[in-house]
């Protein structure tokens, strides 16, 4: 009988949903002077990755816009309008 692995296997949209989450998190901790506010939108992005294939697609293109104008903010960088 095989075990099975405590963690489930994730598919690549996870992974890719995971990995943004974690890039974006870890590089806002390392600015000093924290926006905890800030940080804490950024681990709620992933909510926005809903949908399949195409608007999944669609969905992380706004995410990653979301994500760049937070990660902005917390560099006190400002984000150029579109």
Do not use: C, H
Not at 13 to 30: C, G, H, I, N, P
Not at 52 to 81: G, M, T, W
């Amino acid at each position: 009988m095989a075990t099975r692995s405590p963690r489930p296997s994730l598919t690549a949209e996870r992974s890719t949903v995971r990995a943004l989450v974690q890039a974006a998190v870890v590089r806002a901790f390392r600015e000093s002077d924290v926006d905890r506010a800030a940080v804490a939108e950024l681990a709620a992005l992933p909510d926005m990755v809903r949908g399949y294939e195409e608007v999944k697609l669609a969905n992380v293109r706004q995410y990653r816009e979301r994500q760049q104008k937070i990660l902005a903010r917390l560099a006190d960088v400002p984000v150029p309008s579109a």
